[in-house]
């Protein structure tokens, strides 16, 4: 899959030489391609694949995480109001800054902002109840969005309005390799924690009162898990704006082939989402002469494939 | 193994205010393996009062004490392994099978970052035979009945090794055959020791098996005891509000049954 989108883009590399290029950094192998051939792949296709990879494995794993806590297969990773908080920091960004590293760092901290006020608003008597978090989460995600609707409109219409609304649609076009070495710990790490707790995602799933009767510190337990996909999530949507469906869809493409134990599914969602998202990546750059934002794309396969799921797990029960 | 249970001066309410308080003043003691049926008209606070011995819940005062050690100050993974506690109705998101739901109850004894292993697993086939329901591992748990759903609950609470078995109202929403089923499996958990508390709808559950029984009613406990001294036809009058006859049966069945008087009925079936 990541070699098929090396070669393939608006020119079309053959299959060898992207292989040969590839690898020219480790092996000493005669040049027979040209500078902008090689700037292609490594510096334009390479980065941008690494990002998709990251993406679509960070938005699964953590719509998968955020399914068992909040017990509900068709929540999104972006239930707690990321994506609207990352989205009116980038729009926020873009309206003052317009420097990348701003727009990615605002649209950081606003979408990790937006959870923490949705996980503020949503304690009482020192619980968070998983019902409150998902209210909280809609309040602090509809401010969050007429705010950007705000920004949209006393944004300059010819110059930043459409920056700001191409951002929102998503895109891995803006991906270095500066970027992403400063985002891989974070993924990394963010992945990590939630690959080894995976287990106890079982047990919340079943709901708080069950795990704690079972001996599990809860709070503690759900809070790990809540800040580790909300940081994966933010890290994503601050390097490719939103690209939705991908965290509802791929966890229940996991769930038809390893079944819904997490101890299985998030590994499997993870190198699905990843698989999935360099994928339509690679249809957004090539199938028009200019590219079509990724989140108009995920959303038009995402919509009849889950429909079909849907379906398909309602003649099975 | 023993579960010598202590419970002293138990008190809940989801506020502090004195109008919102549950229940107050609970006490009483149950010797390893006795059968402790609760009783007590809907909404009088029975499954409360579990979710607050097993600490889902925190009393606001008193304490519950298994073998003389204090749950207040344990660990909920440390409580996890001592008491079982078997929800009244579970509802699973995710269609688990049974062995996965089973096995959760190893979750105290398993670390934060790893998953169950072999010896949990075994432990968890070992709960299943014990119940008689290895047959079903490996159904999702959203294609068993009530009756098979209420006793995997259980196995996973034997998963804990408990040495206390707290279960809400496990004959709910079960037919006769599968009530008598779940009862008779209780039965013989108390006969391998284990101390059990049972809150029930059916006072006729406490004339089955239970070594004391106790009432729960405006926010105490009325009355408790042996059930044969404390099941009156008065006290079951004054918890449901309807006349209720305690016959004995004889005939090899040699126990009391519980048997509602109808409105019509009641002026034939009074002696005068």
């Known amino acids: ?317 | 193994m023993a579960g010598r249970v202590d419970i002293r001066d138990l008190s809940f309410g989801y506020t502090d205010k004195a109008e919102d308080i549950i229940f107050s003043g609970i006490r009483f003691s149950l010797e390893p393996g006795e059968v402790f049926c609760l009783l007590g008209p809907n909404g009088s606070g029975k499954s409360t009062l579990l979710k607050c011995i097993s600490r889902v819940l925190t009393p606001a005062s008193g304490s519950v004490a298994i073998d003389g050690e204090n749950l207040n100050t344990m660990s909920p993974a440390k409580i996890a392994g001592k008491l079982g506690y078997v929800p009244q109705s579970l509802v699973s998101a995710f269609p688990f099978t049974v062995e996965e739901i089973v096995v959760m109850g190893r979750a105290s004894r398993i670390s934060m970052i790893s998953s169950p292993s072999k010896q949990d697993r075994d432990k968890a086939w070992e709960s299943m035979e014990k119940i008689g329901i290895d047959h079903l591992a490996r159904r999702p748990c959203n294609r068993l009945s009530g009756g098979e759903w209420q006793l995997v609950l259980i196995a996973r609470a034997l998963t804990q090794s408990p040495r206390v078995l707290l279960l809400d109202e496990p004959t709910s929403h079960l037919d006769l055959g599968n009530q008598v089923k779940i009862l008779e499996k209780v039965g013989s958990l108390s006969r391998d020791g284990i101390t059990i508390i049972m809150a029930s709808h059916f006072p006729d559950h406490a004339f089955l098996h239970a070594d004391q029984v106790g009432i729960l009613k405006n926010r105490s406990m009325a009355v408790s005891g042996k059930p044969d001294q404390v099941l009156t036809e008065e006290v079951l009058f004054s918890t449901y509000g309807i006349r209720i006859r305690v016959i004995e049966v004889l005939d090899g069945i040699d126990r009391k049954i519980c048997v509602p008087v109808l409105k019509m009925n009641e002026s034939r079936g009074e002696n005068p």
């Open chain 1, 1 to 317: 899959m990541v070699l098929a989108s090396l070669c393939l883009g608006r020119v079309t590399i053959p299959f060898f030489q992207t292989l040969k290029i590839l690898f020219s950094p480790v092996l000493s192998l005669d040049p027979d391609w040209s500078e902008t051939t090689y700037s292609v792949v490594m510096d334009v296709r390479l980065p941008r694949i690494l990002a998709g990879l990251l993406v679509g494995a960070a938005l699964s794993i953590s719509g998968a995480s955020f399914q068992g806590v909040f017990q509900n297969p068709l929540v999104s990773p972006h239930i707690l109001g990321v994506a609207a908080g990352a989205g009116f920091g980038a729009a926020l960004a873009i309206l003052f800054f317009d420097n990348i590293w701003m727009i990615h760092l605002i649209s950081f901290l606003f979408g990790l902002a937006s959870v923490a006020m949705t996980y503020a608003l949503s304690r009482v008597y020192k619980m968070t109840p998983v019902l409150m978090l998902v209210l909280s989460g809609i309040v602090v995600g509809s401010l969050f969005s007429a705010l950007t609707s705000l920004l949209k409109y006393m944004a300059d219409p010819m110059n930043k309005m459409p920056a700001i609304v191409f951002w929102l649609l998503g895109s891995l076009n803006h991906v270095s390799f500066k970027n992403l070495l400063i985002t891989l710990p974070i993924f990394l790490s963010c992945m990590a924690v939630l690959l080894l707790v995976r287990w106890r995602i079982n047990l919340l799933s079943m709901g708080e009162e069950d795990a704690r009767s079972l001996g599990i510190n809860t709070e503690a337990l759900k809070a790990v898990i809540i800040l580790s996909a909300t940081i994966a999530t933010a890290s994503a949507v601050c390097i490719s704006g939103i690209i939705g469906w991908i965290g509802i869809m791929i966890p229940h493409i996991g769930r038809l082939i390893v079944g819904p134990d997490h101890k299985y599914l998030l590994p499997i969602s993870m190198v699905i989402g990843a698989a999935y998202l360099v994928a339509v990546d690679t249809i957004a750059r090539t199938a028009l002469t200019t590219e079509i934002p990724i989140g108009i794309l995920t959303a038009v396969f995402g919509a009849p494939v889950f429909a079909f799921l849907l379906r398909k797990s309602q003649r099975a029960s």
